[in-house]
C-alpha cells in the first residue's frame, strides 16, 4: 500500500491550500486517515485526524477553525483544506493511514497509524 500526498506549494499569508492523499496498491480498508506536519529540527506534529465510521474529526489547536479535514472512505482518499495560512504552517505535511481501531483521540498520535505517506512540502510567505 502506499500513499501519495499532492497539493503543496508556495502561498502568501492569508492564502489558501489544499492537499490530497489517495491510496494506491493491494485493497486495503483504512479505519482513519490523518495529517501531520514536520519542521526540520522538529518532531513531527498532529494535524487533523477523520475516523470513517462516523466521520469524527479531531485537530490541533493550532490549525482548528482554519484546515478542513475530509474525504472518501471507499476510495481511501483525504483531504487537508487549509485556509487563512500563516508562515508558522510552513511544513512538510505527510498523510497517514490506520488499519488500526482506536478512540478518535489516539489518531493525533503517530503511533496509531500503520501507513505514511512521502509529504508534501508547503511554504507561507509573510
Known amino acids: 500500500v502506499q500513499l501519495q500526498a499532492s497539493g503543496g506549494g508556495l502561498v502568501q499569508a492569508g492564502g489558501s491550500l489544499r492537499l490530497s492523499c489517495a491510496a494506491s496498491?493491494?485493497?486495503?480498508?483504512?479505519?482513519?486517515m490523518g495529517w501531520f506536519r514536520q519542521t526540520p529540527g522538529k518532531e513531527r506534529e498532529f494535524v487533523a485526524a477523520?475516523?470513517?465510521?462516523?466521520?469524527?474529526?479531531l485537530y490541533a489547536d493550532s490549525v482548528k477553525g482554519r484546515f478542513t479535514i475530509s474525504g472518501d472512505n471507499a476510495k481511501n482518499t483525504v483531504y487537508l483544506q487549509m485556509n487563512s495560512l500563516k508562515p508558522e504552517d510552513t511544513a512538510v505535511y505527510y498523510c497517514?493511514?490506520?488499519?488500526?481501531?482506536?478512540?478518535?483521540?489516539?489518531?493525533?498520535?503517530?503511533?496509531?497509524?500503520?501507513?505514511w505517506g512521502q509529504g508534501t512540502l508547503v511554504t507561507v510567505s509573510s
Open positions: 497517514a493511514a490506520s488499519t488500526l481501531v482506536y478512540t478518535i483521540a489516539y489518531y493525533s498520535h503517530s503511533g496509531g497509524y500503520d501507513y
Open positions: 496498491g493491494r485493497t486495503f480498508s483504512s479505519y482513519a
Open positions: 477523520i475516523e470513517w465510521s462516523d466521520g469524527s474529526t
